[in-house]
Every structure is written in structure tokens, then in C-alpha cells.
């Protein structure tokens, strides 16, 4: 940066360059949902099977995410974030063009390549040019596209599917993706680290216990056999365990322990992992609710959703000033509150009530929503020292990706639970729609529980004059 101009222009366009990544996975990771079905037509394979290209994706996510910190900080922001990019795009390109469910998967596994290093290398850069009392506001701009993907996700991909074909839900990636390495190239400021060595042992553990978990997540959804899927969950978590024993005696560990020291940390990280367990079951069931209890086409439950969009802006506009009358812990607590009350809500239409009756709770979900992301990504890194940036926003990405993860694995599951109880639900499955809604809202609420252990004070170095 050779003038105040140049930091001026790079703090004004970051946010818009993490943003166009942030947009494009959460984009394609919810516009697939509403095209599986065409897709396995042209390819020939049950709508069951096409699940694999879905799975693979979260899979490589998961096995990668955590290596994010280390690439960065030994070959910079710039060119990981740039490579990431191009990942993306080339494995987008190569969707597009495959001719069978295997060509599909391998592509997806590309895609997914990208995609772990695109949000957590981003997301580095924007912490360390940001100081902690601008990052809010930097982090609002970015933080918007995980709230208007998984709207516009299914809307966009219901027309596309419907008017074009499904080849074009992986081609819109490409120009984006084009559009942020070219202003990655000129405006991404490449921060490296001198602290290179990597823990690989450490990377191995980790990366098996995130695969084994994802597995047992995905595994769940179809609740066939329940013994492989807890022996698979065993597994995991007895690779937690090898790490957390590996982690006390390395010098240099990928994640260090001392990070769970730092108290909002701590909170921030169990906090993001409870309460997305809500959040992240509505943007499937409601959709599937409309579509499969109300008869309704992809395109009408786009539309009923698609309100969201637009209060998670206002969502954002609010947040700062939320945050700094009252604080991070009554923000998160009140919150988390409303929104575990709004998903409950959802269980009050019956089958004859108007479908339109949802939009106002989904709007009014839309902004606390928006509220609630901002604060919980922020209070995580409020106050790492600077050797930590890396590691801790890369097991936040991790923790996130999980979390949302668990949130639609354990929707499907309580859903199935009901679906199959004909003593509860009586064959009704919109019944069973109600009853997940009033769990999954149910546990929101109680998650609010995890931000009392908040102090009053925590995250005042955050708060700015805007």
C-alpha cells in the first residue's frame, strides 16, 4: 500500500471481495437442493443416489478447512484466497460439464477444495486489516451473502431449472468468481506469517474426526442402520480426544489449546455451534414443507422465503448500534430468545391456513438472523492476540461449517422421528413439520442459555462510534 488512498480503497473493497466469496458457496450449496431431481434425469440416476454430490462437497469442506490458517499465513492471503477462487470456479465449470454422477462428484470435490480455503482466508485478511473497532462494520458487508444465499438459493435455482437447465446453476459461479480474483489481484493485501512449521500430525487427527463426524451427520439423515452411525461417531470423537492429547504436548499445535483460555472464545465458539442447530434447520425444512405438505412448486417456496433477503439487510444496518447501546451479552441472550420463538411460531399455521402467513415470521427472522451472525462471528475473535488470528478464525470457519452441518442432519432427523410415529402424528405429515419446528425452535431457545456466561463488558473493544 503506497498511500492512504490505496488502505482507503483496499478497506472500502475487502469486504465487497470476501463478500462475492461468501455469496458464491452459499449460493451453490442451497441452489443445488431445488435441482437434484432435474439433474439425476439428465444423468440417469435415482434422486437418491445424487445425494453423493452433495456429501462429497461437505466432506473435502470439512477435511480442508482446517489447513486454511496454515497455507495462508506461509504463502500469503493473496494467492491462497486467489487459488481459492479459481478452485471454485474450475470446479464449477467442470460440474457443468459432466456427463455422469462420478465426473459430477469429482468436480463437487474441486468445488469443495475452493471452497474450504475461500471464507477462512478471506475472513483472516478482513481481521487483520480491520482494527477490532471498524471489524463490525467490515464483517456486516461480507456476512450478508451467508443470510441471501440460502434465500435466493432455491428461488434462482428453481427458475433456472424450470427455464433454462440445470448446467446454469453451476455456470453463474464463473463470473463471479471472476470478478473477485480480478479485484483479489489488485486490492487483497497478502499478509504471511513467519511462524511456518505445520502440525501435520495434528491436521490428521483433526481432519479424521471432522470427516467422521460429517460422515455420521450425513449418515443420520437416512436413519437406516444406527450401529455404523455411531461407530462412526465414536470414531470421531475418540480423534478429538488423540488431538486433544497431541495438542498438550506440541509446541506449535493447529489449533492450540490456550485458545479455549480466552473466555468469548470459548463462548462464541459453543454458542455458534448450539444455536445454528435452529437456524440452519429452516432454510431446509420450510421449503420442504411448502413444497412436499402444501403442494407447492420450488419457485412458490423461493418466493415465501425470499423476504429474509431483505430484512437481513436492515438486520445489518441495526446491529452496530444494538450492539453498542446494550452490549454482546443482552444482544446475544434477547436474541437468540426471539429467535428460537420466531421458529416455534412456525408450527402455529394448519394445513388450511394460507401459506403467505409465514412470510411475516420469516421476515421478521431475516433480521435477527442478521444480528445474530455478526454478533457470534465477532465476539469469537474479539480478543485473540494477534498469533492466534489464524488458527482461531480457521476452527471458527471449522465449527461453523459443522454446525450447519448438525443443524440439517438433526432437522431431517427430528422430522423422521415424527414422520414415522403415527400415535403422535397420525399419518399427517404436515403435523410432523409442526412438531420439528416447535423442537428445533425449542433447543434455540434453551442455546441462549451458553451467552450468560458472557461478561457485561465482553466485546467493548468492538464497539465503534458509527
Same mark, same amino acid.
Given at each position: 500500500?503506497?498511500?492512504?488512498?490505496?488502505?482507503?480503497?483496499?478497506?472500502?473493497?475487502?469486504?465487497?471481495?470476501?463478500?462475492?466469496?461468501?455469496?458464491?458457496?452459499?449460493?451453490?450449496?442451497?441452489?443445488?437442493?431445488?435441482?437434484?431431481?432435474?439433474?439425476?434425469?439428465?444423468?440417469?440416476?435415482?434422486?437418491?443416489?445424487?445425494?453423493?454430490?452433495?456429501?462429497?462437497?461437505?466432506?473435502?469442506?470439512?477435511?480442508?478447512?482446517?489447513?486454511?490458517?496454515?497455507?495462508?499465513?506461509?504463502?500469503?492471503?493473496?494467492?491462497?484466497?486467489?487459488?481459492?477462487?479459481?478452485?471454485?470456479?474450475?470446479?464449477?465449470?467442470?460440474?457443468?460439464?459432466?456427463?455422469?454422477?462420478?465426473?459430477?462428484?469429482?468436480?463437487?470435490?474441486?468445488?469443495?477444495?475452493?471452497?474450504?480455503?475461500?471464507?477462512?482466508?478471506?475472513?483472516?485478511?478482513?481481521?487483520?486489516?480491520?482494527?477490532?473497532?471498524?471489524?463490525?462494520?467490515?464483517?456486516?458487508?461480507?456476512?450478508?451473502?451467508?443470510?441471501?444465499?440460502?434465500?435466493?438459493?432455491?428461488?434462482?435455482?428453481?427458475?433456472?431449472?424450470?427455464?433454462?437447465?440445470?448446467?446454469?446453476?453451476?455456470?453463474?459461479?464463473?463470473?463471479?468468481?471472476?470478478?473477485?480474483?480480478?479485484?483479489?489481484? &489488485?486490492?487483497?493485501?497478502?499478509?504471511?506469517?513467519?511462524?511456518?512449521?505445520?502440525?501435520?500430525?495434528?491436521?490428521?487427527?483433526?481432519?479424521?474426526?471432522?470427516?467422521?463426524?460429517?460422515?455420521?451427520?450425513?449418515?443420520?439423515?437416512?436413519?437406516?442402520?444406527?450401529?455404523?452411525?455411531?461407530?462412526?461417531?465414536?470414531?470421531?470423537?475418540?480423534?478429538?480426544?488423540?488431538?486433544?492429547?497431541?495438542?498438550?504436548?506440541?509446541?506449535?499445535?493447529?489449533?492450540?489449546?490456550?485458545?479455549?483460555?480466552?473466555?468469548?472464545?470459548?463462548?462464541?465458539?459453543?454458542?455458534?455451534?448450539?444455536?445454528?442447530?435452529?437456524?440452519?434447520?429452516?432454510?431446509?425444512?420450510?421449503?420442504?414443507?411448502?413444497?412436499?405438505?402444501?403442494?407447492?412448486?420450488?419457485?412458490? !417456496?423461493?418466493?415465501?422465503?425470499?423476504?429474509?433477503?431483505?430484512?437481513?439487510?436492515?438486520? &445489518?444496518?441495526?446491529?452496530?448500534?444494538?450492539?453498542?447501546?446494550?452490549?454482546?451479552?443482552?444482544?446475544?441472550?434477547?436474541?437468540?430468545?426471539?429467535?428460537?420463538?420466531?421458529?416455534?411460531?412456525?408450527?402455529?399455521?394448519?394445513?388450511?391456513?394460507?401459506?403467505?402467513?409465514?412470510?411475516?415470521?420469516?421476515?421478521?427472522?431475516?433480521?435477527?438472523?442478521?444480528?445474530?451472525?455478526?454478533?457470534?462471528?465477532?465476539?469469537?475473535?474479539?480478543?485473540?492476540?494477534?498469533?492466534?488470528?489464524?488458527?482461531?478464525?480457521?476452527?471458527?470457519?471449522?465449527?461453523?461449517?459443522?454446525?450447519?452441518?448438525?443443524?440439517?442432519?438433526?432437522?431431517?432427523?427430528?422430522?423422521?422421528?415424527?414422520?414415522?410415529?403415527?400415535?403422535?402424528?397420525?399419518?399427517?405429515?404436515?403435523?410432523?413439520?409442526?412438531?420439528?419446528?416447535?423442537?428445533?425452535?425449542?433447543?434455540?431457545?434453551? !442455546?441462549?442459555?451458553?451467552?450468560?456466561?458472557?461478561?457485561?463488558?465482553?466485546?467493548?473493544?468492538?464497539?465503534?462510534?458509527?
Amino acid at each position: 500500500m503506497n498511500s492512504t488512498t490505496d488502505e482507503t480503497t483496499i478497506k472500502k473493497l475487502l469486504p465487497f471481495i470476501l463478500a462475492t466469496a461468501i455469496f458464491m458457496q452459499m449460493l451453490d450449496s442451497t441452489i443445488l437442493n431445488t435441482s437434484l431431481p432435474a439433474i439425476a434425469k439428465d444423468l440417469n440416476e435415482s434422486p437418491l443416489n445424487m445425494q453423493n454430490a452433495i456429501i462429497s462437497y461437505v466432506l473435502t469442506l470439512a477435511l480442508f478447512m482446517p489447513v486454511s490458517g496454515f497455507l495462508a499465513d506461509k504463502f500469503g492471503t493473496r494467492k491462497i484466497f486467489i487459488l481459492s477462487l479459481a478452485l471454485f470456479s474450475a470446479g464449477s465449470l467442470f460440474c457443468s460439464l459432466s456427463q455422469n454422477l462420478t465426473q459430477l462428484v469429482v468436480s463437487r470435490i474441486i468445488q469443495g477444495l475452493g471452497g474450504s480455503l475461500m471464507t477462512p482466508v478471506g475472513k483472516l485478511a478482513l481481521i487483520k486489516t480491520f482494527p477490532k473497532n471498524e471489524l463490525i462494520k467490515a464483517m456486516n458487508y461480507a456476512i450478508i451473502p451467508a443470510l441471501i444465499g440460502p434465500v435466493l438459493g432455491p428461488l434462482v435455482g428453481g427458475y433456472m431449472v424450470d427455464y433454462l437447465s440445470w448446467h446454469w446453476i453451476f455456470l453463474i459461479n464463473i463470473p463471479i468468481g471472476v470478478l473477485g480474483i480480478l479485484l483479489s489481484i &489488485k486490492y487483497m493485501p497478502d499478509y504471511v506469517s513467519d511462524i511456518i512449521s505445520f502440525d501435520l500430525r495434528g491436521f490428521l487427527f483433526f481432519a479424521a474426526a471432522s470427516l467422521s463426524l460429517s460422515v455420521a451427520l450425513e449418515m443420520m439423515g437416512n436413519v437406516i442402520h444406527v450401529t455404523p452411525v455411531l461407530l462412526i461417531l465414536l470414531v470421531g470423537f475418540l480423534m478429538l480426544y488423540f488431538y486433544y492429547r497431541h495438542a498438550q504436548k506440541d509446541d506449535n499445535p493447529i489449533f492450540p489449546l490456550n485458545l479455549f483460555q480466552v473466555r468469548t472464545f470459548r463462548v462464541g465458539i459453543l454458542g455458534n455451534l448450539a444455536t445454528r442447530l435452529g437456524i440452519s434447520a429452516v432454510p431446509l425444512l420450510l421449503p420442504l414443507m411448502i413444497q412436499i405438505a402444501y403442494g407447492q412448486s420450488a419457485i412458490v !417456496s423461493g418466493w415465501i422465503v425470499a423476504p429474509m433477503a431483505l430484512t437481513a439487510m436492515f438486520g &445489518k444496518s441495526a446491529v452496530i448500534r444494538i450492539l453498542n447501546n446494550v452490549g454482546y451479552r443482552t444482544t446475544l441472550i434477547t436474541n437468540t430468545f426471539i429467535i428460537g420463538l420466531l421458529i416455534c411460531m412456525m408450527a402455529i399455521p394448519s394445513l388450511h391456513t394460507s401459506i403467505f402467513w409465514y412470510i411475516p415470521i420469516i421476515a421478521t427472522l431475516g433480521f435477527f438472523n442478521s444480528i445474530q451472525f455478526t454478533a457470534m462471528n465477532t465476539i469469537s475473535i474479539a480478543d485473540l492476540r494477534d498469533y492466534h488470528t489464524s488458527s482461531g478464525n480457521s476452527l471458527v470457519s471449522v465449527n461453523q461449517q459443522l454446525a450447519i452441518g448438525f443443524g440439517i442432519a438433526f432437522g431431517l432427523i427430528v422430522l423422521k422421528l415424527f414422520e414415522s410415529d403415527n400415535h403422535i402424528v397420525h399419518n399427517d405429515l404436515h403435523t410432523a413439520f409442526r412438531y420439528t419446528f416447535l423442537v428445533v425452535g425449542g433447543l434455540t431457545i434453551l !442455546s441462549g442459555i451458553i451467552f450468560r456466561r458472557l461478561h457485561f463488558k465482553d466485546g467493548d473493544n468492538m464497539k465503534t462510534d458509527d
